[in-house]
């Protein structure tokens, strides 16, 4: 650690008072204390593990009671056809009864699937319970606990990532599948790639068949698909048919985002080839990649899940402990994790860490410095630790030779610095 120690200013009044206030704030910290335990925290980490799968589970169940609906409509018209006298009815009893058969097979499968998916839902579920079960305060080392634990944070990173197929395989190979969300990503892969592929049918679809949820967190989504599909159709100079559909789709959209849709349809005067940069930009392809970006976004907050990676926002919990001032400069040890530049960049974003206390580590035996092992400083400003110094000037007759600079001195030359 690159140091120099100037002579220690006298220590500032007022010791004892932080002593008092410690003391008077003792009972508070003990009553925090007693409340929180290691479990506590762990679940305050694990929601979305829980949550995940209980809000696919009700986004089933209201599928179900729409289809079970919508079939049991069909059913009861069907059976008013059948009971009506032989004058009124449109066909044949006979012919009447068979097609009332059919459909009544034909809802028993369909609410037979979804009683399947929905146990194999609920058993995620009781799996995941078990899981955070396993976890236990009292034992040190939970190590195939936290391997599980890295595996699903691992394989959610890989699933945001769109690496679907790699997922499975991996989920398969660590026996993790019932604790990893595959499924509920599948759900989305046919949105993303068709939005990749510049088509927005998959995704309307999608909006829906969840309106009710997308209205209640008041989404932007289906505006956006709408203003693309308007774009898109002005790009091959289809004027016509744009403006028919704005009228049909854009025009209920007018109260709510009226700049907007001011601002989307004066395309039709500008039109795809202008040089104007505030409407040129509309007809960008990356703007295909910020409605990806825009779905997944939708999607997490649907089912409950944190808006970046898991691995990433556990990274950055731990970089930003280590985030100091120095480290931008490029000033960290090569064991820092911060002297990478991928760390670096992810850890840019971060505040510097608050520490009250600095820590000195010795450069040579990488151990902290402190009473036990308290730093020397050489004549030319630079600080080790007593016990690396010490081990040098036996090897060397008494004779200490700084490894940054080369600098030798004799053992009696050093100067004890104090920690306060």
Not at 138 to 148: D, F, L, P, V
Not at 223 to 231: A, D, K, N, P, Y
Not at 249 to 264: I, R, S
Not at 279 to 303: G, H, I, P, S, T
């Amino acid at each position: 650690m690159d140091m120099i120690i100037d002579p220690p200013a006298p220590a500032a009044g007022g010791a004892g008072e932080a002593s008092s206030i410690n003391n008077g704030g003792g009972e508070e910290q003990k009553e925090t204390k007693k409340k929180k335990t290691p479990v506590t925290e762990i679940m305050k980490l694990e929601l979305q593990l829980l949550r995940v799968p209980v809000e696919h589970l009700k986004k089933t169940l209201r599928s179900t009671q729409r289809t079970a609906e919508k079939e049991l409509s069909a059913v009861l018209a069907d059976i008013s056809s059948v009971a009506a006298p032989p004058a009124a009815a449109a066909a044949p009893p006979v012919s009447s009864l068979t097609n009332l058969v059919c459909r009544l097979h034909g809802m028993k499968r369909k609410l037979e699937d979804f009683t399947r998916s929905e146990a194999g839902q609920v058993q995620r579920c009781r799996a995941r319970i078990d899981h955070l079960e396993e976890f236990s305060p009292q034992c040190q080392c939970n190590s195939n606990w936290n391997s599980t634990r890295l595996n699903r944070i691992i394989l959610d990173y890989m699933l945001r990532m769109s690496y679907y197929d790699s997922a499975s395989l991996f989920a398969d190979s660590a026996n993790i599948r019932e604790l990893v969300d595959i499924d509920v990503f599948i759900e989305a892969r046919e949105v993303v790639e068709s939005l990749q592929n510049k088509k927005v049918a998959p995704a309307l679809a999608w909006c829906a068949e969840n309106k009710s949820r997308l209205k209640k967190t008041k989404s932007k989504l289906e505006f956006l698909l709408r203003l693309q599909e308007f774009i898109e159709m002005v790009k091959v100079n289809d004027y016509l048919k744009a403006i028919a559909y704005a009228r049909k789709y854009l025009a209920p959209w007018g109260p709510t985002y009226t700049k907007e849709l001011q601002h989307v349809t004066a395309t039709l005067a500008f039109k795809s080839g202008t040089n104007c940069t505030t409407y040129k930009v509309l007809f960008d392809a990356c703007r295909w990649d910020y409605l990806v970006d825009e779905f997944k976004q939708e999607f997490c907050k649907m089912f409950g899940m944190t808006l970046e990676p898991l691995l990433q926002i556990y990274l950055q919990a731990g970089l930003s402990a280590l985030k100091t001032p120095s480290c931008p400069q490029g000033q960290c040890p090569i064991e820092d994790p911060l002297s990478q530049v991928t760390f670096m960049r992810l850890a840019d974003p971060l505040p510097f860490s608050k520490q009250h206390h600095s820590k000195l580590v010795c450069f040579i035996t990488k151990e902290l410095m402190d009473t036990e092992n308290p730093p020397l400083v050489l004549p030319n400003g630079y600080v080790y630790s007593s016990k690396a110094l010490e081990e040098m000037a036996k090897n060397n007759s008494g004779k200490i030779t700084c490894p940054r600079t080369g600098f030798e001195c004799s053992f009696s030359d050093l100067t004890k610095a104090f920690i306060s």
